[in-house]
């Protein structure tokens, strides 16, 4: 329900301006250029020649930011409107730079590709929508650029990866695969496993019987799926991300979230009520370690962080259902 209030407080992409949508461009190079100088910064030891080519990328996207600039200060003035990508429905925020301490050459590689597919989205989308023939030409030309940039992980791939040729249309499709599946499924995966918790242990210790308590987690399973596909579903229709469809990115999340729900309900088929417990605790125990390491591989959450929020908040849901039930 938040994440649904959240998106419903964003402005449509299609409701903006020329103006705004110049200064949406001009925040959004700002901040993808520090992303890239924190690339560099964080691989200048150990990947001399990567550090560089983020520089240039870095330099670049100032670059694009100050033909934003022009093109602003000759259209609309000195003034900038201030959005920024968190603002409108359909973009997803950057991870913040604290969080990309320790991410490995892949997954850089990844995050890459990622970026420069949303802007070229964007730029795309935008031309479209302006009607100035000089900004149209502008955001146009801007995501020609874009496309290059996109080249960079392959170059980051071949060089740190060990294989020579790469066929880039695969490569193209695996990446959108984890875009469109995998990190929608894992998301789901993670909300599901912790999010049915309570209702699951809390109808065990309340009613002492494996059949309710499976009904119980049943219905929570399914609902969480429900309720987590159609929030992504409706959270953006990917044409600004270039994240897919929205209908496979809700089947995704929604079947791995009735999958994460169901881990610790089906041991309670099993007629006895203590066995059935304690192999649903063991299915729990391994749920939230699983989750921690998933967050940390596949969502670039420094690991302790991940065990801190996942392990920890999760025992703590578990906790409150068997407390809530025993009451």
Do not use: C
Not at 309 to 322: E, T, Y
């Amino acid at each position: 329900m938040l994440a649904r209030w959240l998106q419903s407080s964003k402005r449509d992409f299609s409701s903006l301006s020329e103006k705004e949508i110049l200064s949406l461009a001009i925040g959004a190079e700002e901040e993808d250029a520090q992303i890239y100088a924190a690339y560099a910064d964080m691989l200048h030891k150990t990947y001399p020649a990567s550090a560089k080519l983020f520089e240039g990328m870095a330099a670049e996207e100032n670059e694009h930011r100050r033909l934003l600039l022009d093109m602003y200060l000759k259209k609309f003035g000195e003034r900038l409107v201030p959005i920024r990508r968190e603002h409108v429905r359909g973009f997803l925020a950057r991870k913040p730079i604290w969080l990309m301490k320790h991410l490995d050459i892949e997954t850089i590689r990844q995050q890459v590709w990622e970026m420069e597919v949303s802007a070229q989205s964007f730029y795309l989308s935008a031309a479209k929508q302006v009607h100035d023939v000089d900004v149209r030409k502008l955001l146009g030309d801007l995501a020609e650029q874009e496309i290059a940039h996109q080249q960079t992980a392959d170059r980051l791939e071949a060089t740190h990866l060990g294989e020579k040729e790469k066929d880039e249309e695969k490569l193209a499709a695996h990446r959108q695969f984890v875009l469109t599946y995998v990190q929608p499924g894992l998301a789901g995966l993670m909300d599901g496993s912790v999010s049915t918790l309570a209702p699951v242990f809390a109808a065990a210790f309340a009613t002492g019987s494996t059949y309710q308590t499976f009904l119980v987690g049943l219905a929570a399973a399914i609902g969480a799926g429900i309720s987590m596909g159609f929030t992504e579903a409706a959270s953006d229709d990917g044409k600004l991300t270039g994240r897919g469809s929205p209908i496979k990115r809700g089947l995704a999340a929604g079947i791995m979230t009735t999958i994460g729900g169901l881990g610790h309900a089906l041991p309670y088929l099993i007629t006895d009520f203590f066995t059935a417990t304690v192999i649903a605790i063991i299915v729990v125990l391994i749920e939230l370690w699983a989750i921690a390491f998933i967050q940390s591989r596949y969502m670039s959450t420094p690991f302790w962080r991940a065990v801190f929020q996942v392990v920890v908040g999760g025992s703590l849901v578990f906790a409150a259902g068997i407390l809530i039930g025993s009451a």
